[in-house]
Structure formats: structure tokens, C-alpha cells
């Protein structure tokens, strides 16, 4: 039995027929979407979880330690105070 050939098989000659590229051609329509409340709200949270799951863990040595520096009293001044919002400010990128 014999298969005779079917149409153009050659991939970098591709089949020209008059009017296919038209058809698919949308005009100056220009593509968009509308994303929901809920999924912007979703993506937010996605994007603050692999933001902690991305930072340093802490050890129980190291919350100790921060924990008797902020139960010290001389240590919340208003230089440490001004620092570690400025630390947190630009941590949010404002």
C-alpha cells in the first residue's frame, strides 16, 4: 500500500492560503483583563508569605537576647526608636 503525500510537512516552509492570516489577525484591538478583588488580595498575602518564608529565621538564643535589650530601659531611647523605624520604613521601600 502506498500513502501518497498529504500537504506541505516541511516546518520552515509553512502552508500559505489566502486569508489564514487574516483570520486570526484581531485588528488594533489592544488584549487586557480585569483581575478581582479577591485574587489582588490573594496575591498580596502570597507575596507577604514568601516574603517571611524568605527571611533569616531566628533562634531562641537571639529572641532571648532581643527580648532583655527592649526590657532594658535605657535601651528605648529616641536614637533606637528613630533607627528601627527608619530600619522599618525602609524595609516597606517609603
Known amino acids: 500500500m502506498m500513502v501518497g503525500r ?3 510537512l516541511d ?3 509553512p502552508e500559505n492560503r489566502p486569508g489564514k492570516s487574516e ?3 484581531g485588528g488594533d484591538r489592544a488584549d487586557s483583563i480585569d ?3 479577591k485574587a489582588k ?3 498580596e498575602i502570597y507575596q ?5 518564608k524568605s527571611a533569616p529565621e531566628l533562634d ?3 529572641i532571648a537576647a532581643i527580648r532583655e535589650r527592649i526590657n532594658d530601659p ?4 529616641e536614637r533606637t526608636i528613630t533607627a528601627t523605624a527608619d530600619r522599618i520604613m525602609d524595609a516597606f521601600g517609603m
Open 48 to 52: 507577604i508569605v514568601e516574603l517571611i
Open 41 to 43: 488580595e490573594k496575591a
Open 60 to 62: 531562641d538564643i537571639q
Open 11 to 13: 516546518p520552515v516552509q
Open 6 to 8: 498529504i500537504g506541505p
Open 35 to 37: 483581575v478581582s478583588q
Open 74 to 77: 535605657a535601651y528605648l531611647n
Open 23 to 25: 483570520k486570526f489577525r
